[in-house]
């Protein structure tokens, strides 16, 4: 079994669209992130989630919503998709605590043309 | 300034070379530093901790300076599996986020 799981994994959508990437983790962590790299392999925090609750929110673009329904779950939702959204944006999770492995899903490549 | 800083590279090195790749960071919160391991359109996965005193895993070294607030990993006897980017992580005090390097690419030729 995948322990972080994401849909879809790849997804091409036009400038103005609206989509969501589900994740889900099944390791029974506590916290939960969503990672975006983008074309220069840069892999920059998003959002943290522990337990339901937002933790960090790095200064993202009100257009991207994350969503956690409990804690295994972890959607991301991005509203009026721009060009320079595209990039892999991955979900992790791990055990709530500094220096605890964190465990990534395998990535969700998003194209907006 | 980055708040951690790799040498992209690439590193090209035969097979059986010895590579070492660095990295600073740049607050002194940090606590918490690892070497994680990005196959090419794949997810990063960890490599190893990265502990005070150094450490060892097989053909894998990690030292930690924090008085000089840097990193290293040192391969010895490269293989072709080797090859992949190599991402520096530290973890600021009291915070569970993971700030990462940009990845240090290395190419392990025959």
């Known amino acids: 079994d995948t322990a972080v799981s994401q849909t879809p994994k790849y997804l091409v959508t036009q400038m103005g669209n609206d989509k969501s990437i589900k994740c889900e983790q099944n390791?029974?962590?506590?916290?939960m992130y969503w990672y975006k790299q983008d074309s220069k392999k840069f892999l920059k925090i998003m959002f943290s989630y522990n337990n339901k609750e937002l933790i960090i929110n790095e200064t993202v673009p009100n257009r991207f919503s994350p969503k956690s329904p409990d804690k295994a779950h972890l959607n991301l939702h991005i509203n009026s998709l721009e060009l320079g959204d595209s990039a892999v944006y991955f979900c992790?999770?791990?055990?709530?605590?500094?220096?605890?492995?964190?465990?990534f899903g395998e990535g969700s490549w998003l194209t907006v043309v | 300034r980055k708040e951690v800083e790799q040498d992209p590279g690439p590193f090209n090195v035969p097979e059986g070379a010895t590579v070492a790749f660095n990295c600073t960071y740049s607050n002194s919160a940090s606590q918490s530093f690892f070497w994680y391991r990005q196959d090419c359109r794949k997810e990063p996965k960890l490599l190893m901790s990265?502990?005070?005193s150094g450490n060892e895993d097989g053909r894998f070294t990690a030292q930690l300076n924090r008085a000089s607030q840097y990193i290293s990993l040192l391969i010895r006897d490269s293989k072709l599996s080797d090859s992949a980017t190599y991402l520096c992580?530290?973890?600021?005090?009291?915070?569970?986020?993971?700030?990462f390097g940009t990845g240090t690419r290395l190419q392990v030729f025959p």
């Open positions: 992580v530290v973890i600021v005090y009291n915070t569970d986020k993971l700030i």
């Open positions: 390791l029974g962590h506590d916290t």
């Open positions: 990265v502990y005070s």
């Open positions: 992790a999770s791990s055990q709530k605590g500094v220096g605890n492995t964190i465990y």
